[in-house]
């Protein structure tokens, strides 16, 4: 990467304060920074930024400037210089379900995967503190997934509830047999028992025997 030296030091001290690597020394960072592989690029405002023409597989480093991010040609977020982008898409052989914008006139650098195969073969220090990099990212998605999936349960089972017809008690007429219930509403039987011990430590809905009974209707409207 041909740069100022400014640029340059801005650039190490940015790669060397993201988590993945974290574990690289400075001389490392510097030399990789310096090689063939590493592109310095200028954008207008406007103008994508990622994915980029001629480079497939790189982490990307906001140098100068801001950029939007962009899901199904719409703009969720703003980073600004600093931001860091591609890293735990790098060893993926599906493509990237983002793009990015410059919001601004912007320079952002591009670490080809070849540079960085080169670090992480070359300094285990490097490669350890990319894999844990890595490893947390995976705990955070598989942590949003299963909160997202128990909401899924919960908001699914109480709009059915709400549908159903019950009697002055509150008691709900449902079918016998709850895997098929489960089945109905599209859930795993998991994700659907879970559900309704949420519904009922929440105080929307208890049993009475085995008669399902909507306890508490507004917090059930909640869930939905």
Request: proline share 1%; charged share 30%.
């Amino acid at each position: 990467m041909k740069a100022r030296k400014e640029l340059f030091d801005k650039a190490v001290k940015l790669v060397s304060e993201h988590s993945a690597f974290s574990g690289a020394k400075e001389e490392a960072l510097r030399y990789l920074l310096a090689s063939e592989d590493v592109l310095l690029r200028e954008f207008s405002k406007g103008q994508q930024v990622f994915p980029c023409h001629g480079i497939k597989k790189a982490v990307g480093l906001v140098l100068t400037g801001s950029c939007h991010i962009c899901k199904d040609r719409k703009i969720v977020e703003t980073k600004a210089d600093g931001y860091i982008f591609g890293v735990n898409t790098l060893y993926l052989s599906a493509d990237c379900d983002f793009s990015l914008m410059a919001a601004q006139d912007s320079k952002v650098v591009f670490i080809k995967k070849s540079a960085v195969d080169w670090l992480l073969q070359d300094d285990f220090s490097a490669a350890k503190s990319y894999l844990e990099f890595l490893s947390a990212e995976i705990n955070s998605t598989s942590e949003q997934s299963a909160v997202l999936k128990k909401a899924s349960g919960e908001s699914k089972l109480a709009e059915y509830l709400l549908s159903r017809p019950r009697n002055s008690k509150g008691e709900v007429s449902l079918p016998q047999d709850f895997l098929k219930l489960s089945k109905q509403l599209g859930l795993d039987k998991n994700t659907f028992f879970k559900a309704i011990e949420s519904l009922n430590s929440d105080g929307a809905i208890a049993f009475n025997g085995s008669t399902l009974c909507i306890t508490d209707e507004e917090k059930l409207k909640k869930h939905v």
